[in-house]
């Protein structure tokens, strides 16, 4: 069943809002933009931006919360081909890595956005949402290896998950590489399989 003419006005409106963010994010970092400055970008008024959301930091998971879900698909995708598990492992990690890396301070933003926001809130619960997606990813590559058990595989998933947290968002890391980070998450998932 189409919109009404009212429900498209207001996809329309989020749209623009959510393009003026995207581009002032990415142009300036997350911190360094304003409410009002994104809503003189969608050309309408600060009071009209936050009916849609309520926080910067709303509006950072809405426009990233896409961007998360291309990169966990396009990981997804890449560790089909893969045969080992570390490896088809890091191939899920990769993309979601490179993902948060294009521009820092905005991958780390979204980090404590997704785990100190509210739950309850759609776009934070969409944020953990695709942290369990990739989750069970991971755990369909771990159970590929006979040794890992069905209720290890999740946890040991769960720990990659933190892995690669921690490794995108540690202050000591803002200035290493994509490659510099996967490499620092291999090191540490390596440890957690068995040998």
Known sequence: MPLGRRERKKQ???DRIVAAASELFAEHGVDEVTT???ADQADIGTGTLFLYVKTKGELLLLVQNAKYVEALEQGRADAEAVPGVLDAVLA???PIVECNRIQVD???????EMVFGDPEEPRHGAALAIAAQTE???????????RVAEGDAATLAHIVSAVMFLS???SVNIALSVEEIVQDIRGQVEVLLPR
Not at 106 to 112: D, F, I, K, M
């Open 12 to 14: 329309e409106k989020l």
């Open 36 to 38: 009002q400055q994104i």
């Open 92 to 94: 899920i990690v990769r």
């Open 106 to 112: 905005n991958g780390r933003t979204y980090l404590r």
């Open 136 to 146: 069970e990813v991971i755990a369909a590559v771990l159970r590929r290896d006979e």
């Open 168 to 170: 995108m968002a540690a």
